[in-house]
């Protein structure tokens, strides 16, 4: 072990930065703006219901949806805190004080089956809590053809 201390000592050299394990995380890309003047808004048929979704076989026959129906106007730029403030000009529940509104788009799959995703909730006077400011492109809305209904689920 001669000589070694005659060796001067490195500084240690710095390693990568630490990084988290897994995919990055997405970036969220913000849809263009739409003119709202100038663009014809789409019909959301939005179906309402106090403690629980509906269930999916209730909107497996055409014509034959549950009947507490709300349909609106709307852009798919619209936010959940403008779609929840509609909602409740017009649903007495979604009105109370600790309500939350749960939202899921209705959709057929490839075989015609009717799927159920969830995509976000809202509070009734919890603005800026919860997924307010998700707007239903962000969420992968898409309208539909003629041949086939999309809906928007509700419960508070």
Known sequence: MAGMTDMPMRPARPGPPMQHR???????????PIDREKTCPLLLRVFTRVAGHHQNEEFSVRGKEPKDEVQIYTWKD????????????????????????????????????????????????????????????????????????????LCF
Do not use: I, W
Request: with cysteine.
């Open 22 to 32: 897994g995919p990055p995380p997405m970036a969220r890309l913000r849809p263009e």
């Open 78 to 153: 619209a936010t959940l805190r403008e779609l929840t403030d509609l909602v409740k000009e017009v649903a007495l529940p979604a009105r109370k004080r600790n309500a939350r509104l749960s939202f899921a788009f209705v959709y057929p799959d490839k075989n015609g089956r009717f799927v159920v995703r969830q995509v976000g909730s809202t509070f009734a006077y919890g603005h800026g809590r919860g997924d307010d400011a998700k707007t239903l492109a962000e969420l992968g809305f898409q309208v539909c053809t003629n041949a086939v209904s999309c809906y928007f689920r």
